[in-house]
């Protein structure tokens, strides 16, 4: 779907969608006029157009007027070896122009000061000091966003200057914060309903709506805030707007930011950071002047510092500290940072270009549209962590031998570079974050050797809304399994990756062992998860635990993510730790007392499910199982409503036209939005009390309003023309009847009144009982049985439920929740909200952006360096927390595995357990008493119970002699699959003093 803007221009939802959460309309509009040049593109300058390309700007220039050479293969993905010789620009142009049909992209010859008035964000990457400052000085007079970056083997560097006043509209790119009001005193003090906290902070701007009695409060511009507890917060003394009667919101503002930027002329000499490391903090200064050295050398010598030769080095420490002294900065050098830095001068990485890329590209995004608070000014950023221990770092190791890894071995050498592509590594999903991985992997030569090799498995196909920001896939890939094409498109970057890797498109869990088996995490050295749920990134931390694998695990949410280390033996589990539950809304404010859209919504989702699917689901099963009515009768908890459903389906509302359908659209506008809020307000009308004398419709309860249908009100007419088309897709019927035969239909329809009943009960707290229907008798359930028809008499038919699918924009899916939850919040005044806003709360959709998958990638490789190194010990590896929305990135220690101890003999709780051949039940107890000193009290097997000590003397008589493979057999009534080779089992133990005690499992080797 293309949503129009307000001068006419289209964004193209179906492809932004993820994106368009993140950033909004409004930004995505101000990027469709942005035209940004990127001046260098190697490796870094590449990440940053693919980047920018697939966000969708005006258009992405670049210049770079260098030949392709062999080592410009470690990181730039789209040259190829037969491109040597060629311009770089050239090449990369096409390859560029393919990620995103809306983006116009160009390669210029020319950067005169008078080309560079044509553009609105400029990159500078691969380019001396004085060509950087000389471009500076014009875009800081010029209002030119101006971006400076490079990335050198492990470190890497951002300078960020958006001109003498931008403005930030939007600093962090929260929603904003809303609630309900309790109480409004003279003072100004606000104090909001005690079911949520507000979550202001002082300083923050808030505006009020719907309060009672204050109609000027309802009007005013926005009010500061002034924070006074986690339920009040104070907006000043509120003279001539009236005296608090009752109800009312406030809904967070979010106000302008002015900043000011300095040139990078003036910068320099008075640099201002942004720190990455709290555990670095003396870095910034000092790679702010090595940086500077690296330039000053290059142009002195023609070329950057050599690898790992300390003449050079020597002349860039000597020239670190003489620009320290010009510039008149206070920084102590450590000669071995500096010395390091000019090591790595010529490393070119692909995980630091992926993570400096993607924040570069962010910082463009921002220059473009005022969304989000920049980075002011400097960042400086390395992973010297990741440089190995096990190898000796030469300048004969680490010279170059004219391989497209050069960039690489120039860092670690050439035996590390050997580790590499003989790993093997499994990779579980191709999506976002399984595209930079496989990139990624394809430039580092993860497991290109002769001994390695690359799995990847995703069980999903590629959709247009996956090519924002799955940047493998291009439009002809839509309908093909990812896992495939990610395959493809990296052996295309690498052809040596080609024939190492292995594409499977099945999902892992239980279901697949007998693919992803014994034999095959055995093989592995490393697996690393780009998953999008909770359920599978589980699973797969239970098998990389029990195979005692290392697990790298990574995530991202809009403009944040985060990244974690999972090591045998050494770090706790990804299942140690739990996000806090999905937030739920109670039943009863669902049903009956809505006070925000997302109430609504989730409403209107509900009734999607009650009327389109599983009602077709209980027919269906009605006439192809010949138990589905005994089980109904017996287990239903209203098998009278099950069967009553069954019969309008088949019987009393089956349409034979389309025109019948919208009769019944029609019929359910008037009871969900007319009939039923009389009933509820028949049972608390709108002057009515509760116990205590208060009004029963205040707080959070909403007083509604029954609708009055009227066919020319386009709300009215969504809701009854969308729920009749799927109404005709459940009984494959022709749908979308023109307006004209749609009008005359409802014009037609005698609607039959409605009168409210006693004795309807209504749950009015979370806490009351749940309303139940009077149950039927037997003689009216067999009533109802004898009024279906035979399953016999309606053989092969079926009905067509409706799979909820938010993507697809054809088939009235989101437009029927829209209208329906619009429909509602209309009845209880609430809001209603477009399209866009309702699909993402719908639909539960994650937002996205490819700049963050980019650093989270990043990220995850340069762990993977140190994994690959064999490193011990904790304090060597991060876990990493980003959030590109302000700048945030924070990195901590992984938590330790606990260990536990039994008998005074420690064990890790986690990645311990007991290895035992495939002995006798009487073996493995005798051998857990004289080896363990425990008496085992317990054994099971998943569900099935082993051995008990409380067993009768005759059952275990008859299993202790059992070897565990035919117990397990035996217990179960089931055959151990043959592809087995371990099973696991669960034991409790008395320990010597004949308490109980934790033990790890035991792992028994068949």
Known sequence: MKIDTSDGETIDESLYSRQLYVLGHDAMKKMSHSNVLIIGCRGLGIEIAKNVCLAGVKSVTIYDPQPTRMEDLSTQYFLHEDDIGKPRAEVSVPRLAELNEYVPVKAITDISLETLKNFQCIVVTETTLTKQIEINDFTHQNDIAFISTDARGLFGYIFCD???????????????????????????????????????????????????????????????????????????????????????SFVQVKMPLKIEFRSLRDSLAEPEFVYSDFGKMDRPPQLHV???????????????????????????????????????????????????????????????????????????????????????????????????????????????????????????????????????????????????????????????????HVFVTDMDSIEKSNLNRQFLFRPKDVGKHKSECAATAVGIMNA?????????????????????????????????????????????????????????????????????????????????????????????????????????????????????????????????????????????????????????????????????????????????????????????????VTSSGQPFWSGPKRAPTPLVFDAHNPLHYDFVINAANLYAYNYGLKGEASPDVVEKVLSSIEVPSFTPKSGVKIQVNETDEVPQETSADESELKTIVDSLPAPSSLAGYRLNPCEFEKDDDSNHHIDFITAASNLRATNYQIKPVDRFKTKFVAGKIVPAMCTSTAVASGLVNLELYKVVDGKKNLEDYSNGFFNLAISLFTFSDPIASPKLKVNGKEFDKIWDRFTIPNITLQELIDKFAQEEKLEITMLSSGVSLLYASFHPPKKLAERLPLKISDLVESVSKQKIDPSVKNLILEVCCDDEQGEDVEVPFICVKL
């Open 162 to 248: 958006f001109g003498k006043s931008f403005v930030c509209t939007n600093t962090d790119g929260n929603e904003p914060l809303t609630g309900l009001i309790a109480g409004i005193d003279e003072t100004g003090l606000v104090t909001t309903l005690e079911e949520t906290r507000h979550g202001l902070e002082d300083g923050d701007y808030v505006r009020f709506s719907e309060v009672k009695g204050m109609d000027a409060l309802n009007q005013s511009q926005p009010l500061k805030v002034s924070v006074k507890g986690p339920y009040t917060f104070s907006v000043g003394p509120l003279e001539n707007m009236g005296t608090y009667i009752s109800g009312g």
């Open 290 to 452: 090595g940086f500077q050295a690296i330039l000053a050398f290059a142009e002195e010598n023609g070329s950057l510092p050599r690898p790992r030769n300390e003449e050079d080095a020597a002349k860039v420490l000597a020239l670190s500290e003489s620009i320290a002294k010009k510039l008149k900065l206070d920084v102590e050098l450590d000669k071995k940072l500096i010395y390091e830095l000019s090591h790595e001068a010529r490393g070119d990485l692909v995980p630091m270009t992926g993570f400096i890329g993607g924040i570069v590209a962010q910082e463009v995004l921002k220059s473009c549209t005022g969304k989000f608070y920049p980075i002011k000014q400097y960042f400086y950023f390395d992973s010297l962590e990741s440089l190995p221990s096990s190898v000796e770092l030469t300048e004969e190791e680490c010279a170059p031998i004219g391989s497209r890894y050069d960039g690489q071995i120039t860092v670690f050498g050439k035996k590390f570079q050997a580790k590499l592509e003989n790993l093997k590594q499994f990779l579980v999903g191709a999506g976002a974050i399984g595209c930079e991985m496989l990139k990624n992997w394809a430039m580092m030569g993860v497991g290109a050797g002769p001994n390695g």
């Open 496 to 688: 040596s990756s080609i024939g190492s890797i292995t594409a499977y498109q099945e999902r892992v869990g239980q279901e697949t062992e007998n693919i992803f088996n014994d034999d095959f995490f055995e093989n592995l050295d490393i697996v690393t998860n780009a998953l999008d749920n909770v359920d599978a990134r589980q699973y797969m931390d239970r098998r990389c635990v029990f195979f005692q694998k290392p697990l790298l695990e990574s995530g991202t949410l809009g403009t944040k993510g985060n990244t974690q280390v999972v090591l045998p033996f050494l770090t706790e589990s990804y299942s140690s730790s739990q996000d806090p539950p999905e937030k739920s809304f109670p039943i009863c404010t669902l049903k009956n007392f809505p006070n925000q859209i997302e109430h609504t919504i989730a409403w209107a989702r509900d009734l999607f499910e009650g009327l389109f699917k599983q009602p077709i689901d209980n027919v269906n099963l009605y006439l192809s199982s010949p138990n589905f009515l005994e089980t109904t009768l017996k287990t239903s908890n209203n098998p009278r409503e099950v069967l009553e459903s069954i019969r309008d389906h088949l019987v009393t509302d089956k349409p034979l036209s389309f025109e019948e359908c919208i009769v019944w659209g029609r019929m359910q506008f008037e009871k969900y939005f007319n009939h039923n809020i009389q009933q509820l307000l028949f049972n608390f009308p709108k002057d009515s």
